[in-house]
């Protein structure tokens, strides 16, 4: 199966994963009439990518702010439409060990990259499921299967995005408009560059777009979650009982 998007907005592309995925839709366009926004914070970004890639359309947008996300929800929709795909792939990390907790850090990061998902979902699911049809791909982590190591903030926005969109998955059912999940492992960006450990599996952003490129256009399963031998590893840890997975995280320590 090979779907066909005619118009596909990608929030948080200004680099990383989500700037890789607008490059690799612009060369593998999914239809002859595709276009692509691309949404960030760093609107000066945003222009370097559509200077590099003529066709994409910059839409800067701060996801913390509901009045900001409704203002470019309005813009897309008056010049495209709503979008037949949209992937929420915007968010924050920062490692934080035991020594360095911080609420501030943790709100910052509930902040964008749950409560900012959350601001886009809800004004996106009301319009698609009153048009009966539209994909929305949420980016999570395979950080959030289970509590890491120095990831007390991270992690647990991820875990959050995680059970959001099963939840929401299961009442969508019928609606014509399907929700999943990306859970990717490590990826090679400015953000993972702040680990100070060996990163296993490390993907470049250009692999990562490769594995979402083909999960968006090529089924409609939940979730689109790589590398494979890292995930089927810490989908394992999931079934452990408390004391042996304690025993594993201790050792990365």
């Not at 943790?106 to 698609?128: A, F, Q, W």
Request: aromatic share 8%; glycine share 6%.
């Amino acid at each position: 199966m090979k779907k066909q998007f005619q118009t596909i907005w990608i929030i948080g592309a200004s680099s990383g994963i989500g700037a890789a995925l607008a490059r690799k839709l612009h060369e593998n366009p999914t239809s002859s009439a595709q276009k692509i926004i691309i949404s960030a914070r760093n609107s000066d970004k945003l222009d370097e990518l559509a200077a590099e890639m003529p066709g994409l359309t910059p839409v800067p947008v701060d996801i913390t702010d509901t009045n900001a996300v409704n203002g470019a929800i309005a813009k897309v929709e008056k010049q495209f439409g709503l979008p037949d795909l949209v992937v929420l792939a915007a968010g924050i990390y920062s490692p934080m060990k035991l020594s360095a907790f911080s609420a501030a850090t943790i709100r910052s990061h509930v902040d964008t990259n749950y409560m900012g998902i959350v601001n886009c979902l809800e004004p996106l699911l009301n319009k698609m499921r009153a048009r009966k049809s539209g994909e929305i791909a949420v980016m999570a982590s395979v950080a959030g299967y289970r509590g890491l190591p120095n990831a007390a903030a991270y992690g647990p926005t991820k875990a959050a995005l995680i059970n959001l969109c099963e939840s929401l998955h299961t009442e969508l059912s019928g609606s014509g408009v399907l929700l999943r999940v990306i859970n990717p492992g490590f990826v090679k960006t400015r953000l993972t560059d702040k680990n100070d450990f060996e990163m296993p599996y490390l993907l470049e952003p250009e692999q990562a777009a490769d594995y979402i490129y083909r999960g968006l256009c090529g089924s409609d399963k939940f979730e689109i979650a790589f590398p494979p031998p890292f995930v089927r590893q810490l989908k394992l840890t999931q079934i452990l009982p408390y004391p042996i997975f304690f025993k594993l995280m201790r050792k990365l320590l």
